[in-house]
């Protein structure tokens, strides 16, 4: 099966990622692999099957005047989606339509996979480090956008009397303002890594936390994909009531839930969380880690190819 992935060009970005997960779950598929600054250009006629991994951001030439070839099989991975808000010029572009949580539109709920758990000699670097002081009340992961929460997980770790642990890679996103972040952050005694780091360092470095949280306030349309390195790395982890997060909702009897982003809410539900016999949260790993979402997107794949198309013919707004 010879399958295109139109996909961000950037390594240090979210979507980017999700690609390279994608592509290592599905070794059997002979990929190749197209940026979205040089898409445009290329001929598509060779490929079985397109995958656009998509962002508005990254793709904003995607329009229906776009000459996909004609009969070409075509799917897209809607990274920011939400119900009744998905039937467009877009989405008619293509065969077949992943979004990242359960739908009524149509298209193809695949889950946001879940990086492997730290094998067991990663945790034990992560109990050096442990041992040897390296360690936080809370930790928090994500591009610094000033609706992630940082402050608020910075102040609840001192209300808690410890510090927290902040990765906030620079980012050239668009509102993204890591150095006003880091700044602000480290005056409340939180150590801030504004480094890119692989995922697995990343890993270790919050399993050095009693517990993880992520402090959303924003409205973001879309699903959050830092919160799978804090359910991966083998501590509790805390969201917000935040729509970023309703696909895992399904989910709360394994993740605490802070009624708001303030300090006192995420305090609360930190307390609740670690102070009951905690475990790592199985039905999430075992239902969202990439070796089930590679085989669902296997089964999309197939079925596309052999004509098997599930995309609504809604009228296009």
Same mark, same amino acid.
């Given at each position: 099966? !010879? ?35 040089d898409w445009l250009g290329v001929l598509l006629d060779e490929f079985d099957l397109v995958v656009v991994n998509y962002e508005p951001g990254l793709f904003p030439a995607l329009m229906p005047r776009r000459a996909f ?5 075509? %799917? ?19 065969? !077949? ?12 709920? %695949? ?31 994500g591009f610094p956008f000033p609706w992630k929460g940082f402050d608020e997980v910075a102040d609840t770790a001192k209300m808690m009397g410890g510090h927290a642990l902040i990765i906030a890679p620079k980012s050239e ?61 083998? !501590? ?68 596309? %190819? ?12």
């Amino acid at each position: 099966m !010879r399958v295109c992935l139109l996909t961000s060009s950037d390594e240090r970005c979210g979507v980017a990622v999700y690609g390279q997960h994608l592509m290592t779950a599905l070794p059997e598929v002979k990929w190749t692999v197209i940026g979205h600054r040089d898409w445009l250009g290329v001929l598509l006629d060779e490929f079985d099957l397109v995958v656009v991994n998509y962002e508005p951001g990254l793709f904003p030439a995607l329009m229906p005047r776009r000459a996909f070839v004609k009969g070409q099989k075509k %799917i897209l991975i809607l990274h920011t989606s939400h119900e009744g808000d998905n039937h467009n010029w877009l989405t008619h572009q293509f065969d !077949r339509v992943v979004v990242h949580e359960p739908t009524t539109e149509g298209f193809d709920f %695949i889950p946001m996979g879940t990086p492997a758990l730290l094998t067991e000699d990663e945790l034990a670097g992560a109990a050096v480090w442990r041992h040897n002081g390296v360690s936080f009340k809370l930790g928090s992961v994500g591009f610094p956008f000033p609706w992630k929460g940082f402050d608020e997980v910075a102040d609840t770790a001192k209300m808690m009397g410890g510090h927290a642990l902040i990765i906030a890679p620079k980012s050239e996103h668009k509102g993204a303002d890591w150095l006003g972040n880091a700044e602000r952050l480290r005056a409340k005694d939180a150590f801030v890594a504004t480094k890119w780091m692989d995922e697995r360092m990343v890993l270790k470095l919050l399993n050095c936390c009693d517990a993880i949280v992520f402090a959303y306030h924003g409205c973001n349309p879309g699903i959050s994909g830092a919160v799978r390195l804090g359910l991966a790395c083998g !501590r509790p982890v805390v969201v917000t009531k935040c729509r970023m997060f309703r696909d895992l909702e399904p989910y709360a009897d394994e993740i605490g839930v802070a009624e708001s982003p303030a300090a006192q809410d995420i305090y609360n539900a930190v307390e609740k969380l670690v102070t009951k016999e905690w475990k790592l949260p199985k039905r999430v790993l075992a239902e969202t880690n990439w070796e089930v979402v590679g085989k669902k997107y296997l089964e999309l794949f197939n079925g596309c %190819i052999q004509g098997d198309s599930q995309v609504s013919s809604l009228p296009v707004a």
